[in-house]
């Protein structure tokens, strides 16, 4: 990878830049996709739900068509197509049975939505620590914070790399818990012999934009359970104006909502259900040309795959041994920037930061649920609750998105020129 540009003043100090051109953005759409939208317009069809108990209570042709093809990839025996998945998280955790003031644990490290889902609930989000090497929560954690008001754990497979399900699987049941699997970024990846999301009691993907495959927004939700199947589909539409002639005889949260997908997005979606595979293996590929081209940079560590795993690499993660390097994470980030990588972020995200669950305020100005009578004990929402992923987000971490890009082994090659030419020069940076 070296050539003689790496002597080259680096752009961050007014050198030329490595990558001069943009790259192709990332776009599964294609003809198949145009062709599919096109006759659900032409039908006049754009959505057939109806918000009570009828036989158009399940949607339209395309939404049946969807959810049974996903049924069949992912090896389900129920999937449930959502507006988005947010739209499917909530409903996820309504359908498990979550009461007020229920104890819900879930990592800091992944979208807002994944906590705010239990809150929607007046649940009450616990944070558990991640793994340094993987990113997703770390079971001994998960341990640690169970109380006896634990009923579930929502287990994020954070940037394509599943979480390790036999231990959290192991965990919640011997302590008589549910599990969400958010894996939203993960659609396509193995634990072992099964797709990612479909082992907890309940899974499932997001579809918007930027994701593998997408129909501009959506979301799947995944299970083998039929009781939570039945109260995901009443919560999607309108739960409480269907349980009455349904039959419906559980009425806990049968709050329902119009989170309902059209027909428009499920005919894109059924072709892009067919291109997934593709689509993770041309990831993959990057990936792999990526690791082996950043091989023996002093202080980088490239992503780590677990035995019995495959990535799907929403997101290519790196670690920086700051103290070897004697660079600060931002600085080689701004340096890689100026170089014209883009698609970097200097660390993820720690939820239990947000100003909502450091100031303890959501629902009104008076600190519900957490100063009700529902949340029975002090939640701790201090900074230093979850180290491994504060350290990470503050100093070590810096990941690539591997779906903002249809990226060529050209593109490839500039950016590890990037990388090559940043390190060359890292004793200009210190």
Not at 95 to 113: K, L, R
Not at 211 to 226: A, F, L, Q, S
Request: with cysteine; proline share 4%; charged share 25%.
């Amino acid at each position: 990878m070296k050539d003689s540009s790496f002597t080259d003043k680096l752009a961050l100090l007014g050198g030329s830049k490595t990558i001069n051109r943009p790259f192709k953005r990332y776009n599964p759409i294609g003809v198949e996709e145009v062709a599919a939208a096109t006759k659900v317009v032409e039908s006049g069809i754009l959505s057939k739900f109806l918000g009570c108990w009828d036989t158009d209570f399940y949607g339209g042709p395309k939404v049946q068509e969807f959810e049974r093809a996903c049924e069949s990839y992912f090896g389900v025996k129920h999937a449930i197509t959502v507006n988005s998945w947010t739209s499917g998280l909530i409903a996820a955790v309504g359908a498990i049975g979550i009461e007020p003031g229920d104890e819900v644990i879930v990592s800091p490290w992944t979208m807002c939505a994944s906590a705010t889902a239990i809150l929607h609930w007046n649940a009450i989000p616990v944070f558990a620590d991640i793994e340094p090497e993987t990113f997703n929560l770390d079971p001994k954690s998960v341990e640690a914070n169970i109380s006896p008001y634990t009923k579930a754990i929502i287990v994020p497979d954070i940037f394509g790399h599943p979480a390790d399900m036999d231990s959290l699987m192991e965990i919640a049941t011997r302590y008589d818990l549910k599990v969400i699997s958010d894996t939203a970024q993960a659609p396509g990846a193995y634990y072992k012999d099964k797709y990612a999301g479909t082992i907890a009691h309940v899974g499932g993907y997001s579809l918007n934009y930027h994701k593998h495959i997408h129909t501009g927004e959506g979301g799947i939700i995944v299970t083998n359970d039929d009781d939570i199947a039945e109260r995901l589909q009443l919560i999607r539409n309108h739960a409480e104006a269907v349980v009455g002639d349904k039959g419906t005889k559980n009425l806990v949260n049968m709050i329902g909502y119009n989170f309902r997908l059209g027909e428009i997005e499920c005919a894109i979606g059924i072709e892009q259900l067919k291109k997934l595979k593709s689509l993770v293996t041309t990831r993959q590929r990057a990936a792999e040309r990526l690791s082996e081209g950043l091989q023996g940079l002093e202080g980088l560590q490239t992503p780590i795959v677990k035995p019995g795993c495959t990535h799907a690499y929403y997101v290519y993660s790196m670690v920086l041994d700051v103290d070897r390097l004697g660079v600060s994470r931002d600085k080689i980030y701004s340096a890689l920037v100026a170089e014209g990588v883009e698609g970097l972020t200097p660390g993820y995200a720690n939820l239990h930061l947000l100003p909502m669950y450091q100031k303890k305020i959501a629902y009104g100005s008076q600190g519900f649920p957490w100063t009700s009578d529902i949340c029975r004990r002090d939640i701790n929402y201090n900074k230093g609750i979850c180290p491994i992923a504060e350290e990470l987000h503050e100093k070590k971490y810096l990941g690539y998105e591997m779906c903002l890009h249809d990226l060529s082994n050209d593109d490839l090659d500039l950016i590890l020129s990037a990388f090559y030419k940043v390190w060359e020069n890292l004793e200009l940076l210190r």
